[in-house]
């Protein structure tokens, strides 16, 4: 579960990590550069305008100059002197080189230039607007170009308003009383109070759905001078804020598909190999790499489908198999039983015995083709062996031995040891192994011509018993087949060759399930050698 969801919990947490950092971060750089440029934005045509009248003044004239502006202002005017200890050096630097900066000044905020060519420096101070601080800001501006406006013919307003446009940062009209704007008069009508202020001739700021305006009505004159739209920094920052939360959603939304897209693509192909496996196609198989989210199941359902095909495959083999292997021996007593049909009281007793012992031969191969069939089927399930003890190698293999020279008849039989204590000790199923060693070592009699050794090694890993025989050997190609059931290389079905051909199965079962391994490979002695490796 961890490993299907690792990635997006990462992915997750470092879209996390870097949202909220722009959330917190980038809205007040953003906000701060918005307010510069608003401050210098509406601040730019004042600057002209006083610049204008202290153009060509010494400190003295240009102070009075400005005391006289004063009475215009809402808000204070200032000259520095230049390297005032207000403004910091790198404060100093900016304004030195024509730029303009905003302060914090006794809780007053102050946009602050240089004139040009002088070495004087106006402050003039910045609010944010609301009924009457609308007035008091814009008044000083309004008035300045007023007195422009006065001081030449009305019928030159208009031309004084255009050339006086490039020093502001916003527009700047001169509007006749009934030309005002639907949206301004809307505002004005819906507001009685805005409207009388605006009435008795006060500045008053209107907000637009997305700019704002100043506006002055001219009492003595039919106009009305506006300033505006000014876009405000809020509806900058609405429209950042607004971009950055689109943004969340459309990375929040790749996010998701970069997660969701490689699992949907496992989850196909999981379902249209299960689908396959279904309908009969065994061999189909989920190509999905291990490192991805559902690479363990891929593995899990891989093995299943190799073991599924593999039983299926084996119990059909085995089926072909048993019916082979019943037939023969049906077939015998089925013409025994015949005979014995044909037989009367004149025929020989010694002929009727004979086929009676046939079928007792018959049913007694039966029998043991039944419970090597049983003991094949047990071991197939391939589950822990439960009587598993603890014994010495040695003694138990010298009993083995000893045994199995009862049967081997005029065949050597020795046991080599290469350097396996004598109080070396295995954990194994004592009738079950020795039940693996015995059918080796029959198979061995059967092929051998002159010997059998068995050899005990120490590895590593464990512990190896190899059985080795004199006889004609396994060629390599059949060696891949010997342990599959009914597994004959001679082909021969005699009862002399004996057996089922289930007995190595069996014994690889037995050591499969005792987690070891059974080899076959060339014995150094002429013929083939079987290994038996134990873990330790």
């Not at 501006?141 to 030449?152: E, I």
């Not at 009435?199 to 506006?226: A, R």
């Not at 004598?422 to 029959?442: D, E, F, G, Q, W």
């Amino acid at each position: 579960m961890l490993r299907l969801f690792l990635p997006l919990y990462i992915i997750l947490i470092l879209f996390a990590v870097i949202f909220i950092s722009a959330v917190f971060f980038l809205p007040t750089l953003y906000l701060h550069s918005a307010l510069l440029d608003y401050e210098d934005q509406v601040t730019k045509g004042t600057f002209y305008l006083i610049e204008e009248k202290l153009q060509g003044l010494n400190y003295q004239q240009q102070l009075q100059v400005i005391n006289g502006l004063q009475e215009d202002f809402g808000y204070p005017l200032h000259l520095l002197k230049l390297n005032d200890p207000l403004i910091d050096e790198k404060n100093w630097k900016i304004i030195l080189s024509g730029g303009s900066i905003q302060l914090d000044i006794d809780d007053a905020d102050y946009n602050i230039k240089k004139l040009p060519d002088s070495d004087t420096v106006i402050a003039i101070a910045f609010s944010e607007s609301n009924a009457e601080n609308a007035h008091k800001q814009a008044m000083g501006t309004f008035n300045l170009v007023k007195q422009k406006l006065f001081a030449q013919p009305r019928e030159k307003w208009p031309d004084i308003i255009h050339k006086l446009q490039p020093y502001f940062g916003f527009p700047i009209n001169l509007i006749e009383n009934n030309a005002l704007s639907g949206e301004l008069l809307s505002t004005l009508a819906n507001d009685n109070e805005l409207n009388q202020r605006f009435e008795s001739g006060k500045i008053i700021h209107i907000d637009g759905s997305d700019y704002e305006y100043y506006i002055q009505k001219l009492k003595e004159y039919p106009y009305i001078l506006q300033a505006g739209p000014i876009k405000p920094p809020i509806a900058v920052i609405l429209s950042f804020l607004a971009g950055l939360f689109l943004l969340f959603f459309l990375g929040l939304a790749i996010t998701l598909f970069l997660w969701i897209r490689p699992l949907w693509q496992s989850i196909n192909e999981l379902t249209n190999a299960s689908d396959n496996f279904g309908q009969g196609k065994l061999d189909s198989r989920v190509n999905i790499k291990s490192r991805a989210a559902l690479g363990n199941l891929a593995s899990q359902f891989n093995a299943m489908a190799e073991r599924i095909n593999c039983l299926i495959t084996g119990h059909r083999d085995l089926t072909n198999a048993v019916s082979h292997e019943l037939r023969t021996p049906i077939t015998r007593m089925r013409f025994a039983l015949e005979m014995l049909e044909k037989t009367n009281e004149k025929t020989d007793k010694k002929t009727k015995q004979r086929y009676l012992d046939g079928l007792n031969v018959d049913v007694n191969d039966l029998e043991d083709l039944v419970n090597e069939l049983l003991n094949f089927a047990r071991f197939e399930q391939a589950k822990p062996l439960p009587d598993l003890e603890t014994i010495e190698l040695l003694p138990w293999l010298e009993d083995i031995i000893e045994h199995a020279r009862g049967y081997a008849g005029n065949l050597k039989i020795y046991c080599v040891n290469n350097n396996v204590p004598i109080a070396h000790k295995i954990r194994c199923s004592p009738r079950y192994l020795a039940r693996v060693i015995h059918n080796l070592l029959r198979n061995a009699c059967k092929y051998s011509q002159h010997e059998i050794s068995i050899i005990l090694e120490l590895t590593e890993k464990g512990t190896l018993i190899h059985i080795d025989d004199d006889g004609v050997g396994i060629p390599k190609k059949d060696r891949p087949l010997i342990f599959e059931p009914f597994s004959r290389l001679d082909e021969s079905r005699s009862r002399l060759s004996g057996g089922h051909g289930l007995g190595l199965a069996i014994a690889k079962k037995i050591i499969d399930t005792h987690n070891g391994c059974i080899t076959i490979d060339d014995s150094p002695i002429g013929g083939a050698r079987f290994s038996i490796s134990l873990p330790k």
